[in-house]
């Protein structure tokens, strides 16, 4: 395969260094490795602003829908009912595993281009005092909506609800005080704002919330506090580790660091989201959310015209270097652009360059 640059919000495009890790063998069992987990997460403790005594770091091997699932399947008891919020097809997977574990809940829908409303949730929460926890996406990869994570923390701490948060496609890239906001329960991804690879996600938890959770689990794979039990000794995780996409990540997290931490990274990620909606619009690509409501990860554009073929535009971009991605609703066309990765100014400007010079073509 070609080198290209993934304008996806993850897997993404890593640098070089990243990659270079994953070139050395390494032994799960070998302090120098334990090491490397336990340093991973205290730096997500410390991107997260939170209290080592008050909050740990769990690593999950698998994909940031194993983390979410870890969550749900571990921290809500048969007596719990959750309520979870939705707008995207992101929010509707964590209903999904909430049926496929037989759970207690609610669903707060919402359409796809909209916020959850506060009066809404309150009267919910209001009618239904058998809810113990709420669970929203933050970043809503469906469309790039970014939900309003403050609103909801008021609400969960004025009616004492646990407040489970899907960060992932967020967290790393945009500044979140999870102490501050009195988040729960964190979730995110080695491949998405830290610029790693695929391979496990994460979870910045309340320790005694947690500690509380012994024993819930319905899945020995998943109990999220079994592995936070066996990891927090001294690094070791509880079955084979992506050794690998750890050392990747490890690396990853020091060049943000370097990068000027999640600050500088949010300002280059937003600088890219902005250059591509003033380029798109002048050539007559509308985006599905309003600019309000857009996060700086990913942008869904409607298709210009009806005779527009993704299919054709995409291969067109993928000559040229760049992977974009289809669209994920149903009731209208549309395909979106992410931003996010080891991408730059430069990059986002010579695709542009090279959308407008396929509209130049498809129009002769």
């Keep these: 395969m070609n080198a290209y640059k993934l304008l996806t919000p993850g897997p993404l495009t890593t640098t070089s260094s ?20 336990q340093k991973i997460r205290a730096q997500l403790l410390q991107l997260a602003k939170v209290d080592p005594k008050d ?24 007596s ?18 909430a049926q496929y574990i037989g759970l207690a809940f609610k669903e707060y829908s919402v359409a796809y281009d909209e916020h959850p409303k506060e009066e809404e949730i309150r009267n919910l929460l209001k009618e239904d005092q058998d809810i113990t926890h709420i669970v929203m996406v933050h970043c809503e990869t469906t469309t790039g909506i970014l939900n309003p994570i403050e609103m909801v923390s008021d609400l969960s701490k004025e009616f004492g609800k646990t407040l489970i948060i899907d960060g992932m496609s967020s967290f ?12 729960d329960y964190l979730i995110s991804s080695a491949n998405k704002c830290i610029q790693g690879v695929p391979g496990f996600g994460f979870v910045i938890a309340r320790t005694e919330k947690l500690i509380a959770c ?47 931490g999640i600050p500088s990274r949010y300002s ?26 857009q996060s700086p990860i990913i942008t869904t554009f409607l298709f210009p015209n009806e005779t527009f073929s993704f299919e054709d535009f995409y291969a067109y ?20 652009i992410g931003n996010i990765g080891e991408i730059y100014e430069e990059d986002i400007t010579t695709l542009c360059n090279v959308i407008e010079e396929y509209l130049g073509v498809m129009t002769k």
């Design 172 to 183: 790393g890239g945009m500044e979140i005080n999870v102490s501050e906001l009195g988040i």
């Design 18 to 37: 990243v990659k270079e890790e994953m070139l050395m063998d390494r032994c799960t069992w070998d302090s120098e490795y334990k090491n490397m987990t």
């Design 214 to 260: 012994e024993g819930i689990s319905r899945s020995l794979s998943f109990d999220l506090y079994d592995q936070w039990k066996v990891m927090n000794e001294d690094g070791k995780w509880r079955y084979t580790s992506p050794t690998h996409v750890v050392a990747a990540f490890s690396k990853a997290l020091d060049e943000l660091e370097e990068e000027g």
């Design 55 to 78: 909050y740990t770091a769990v690593l999950m091997q698998g994909s940031g829908t194993f983390a979410v699932e870890a969550v749900m399947n571990t921290t809500i008891s048969g």
């Design 80 to 97: 719990d009912k959750a309520l979870i919020i939705t707008n995207g097809a992101y929010g509707e997977r964590i209903v999904t595993i």
């Design 268 to 293: 280059r990620y937003k600088n890219n989201n902005r250059i591509l909606r003033e380029r798109l619009s002048k050539l007559g690509f509308q985006t599905y959310i309003t600019d309000e409501k």
């Design 317 to 336: 971009v993928k000559e040229r270097g760049f992977v974009l991605y289809p669209g994920k609703l149903t009731d209208v066309n549309t395909f979106r």
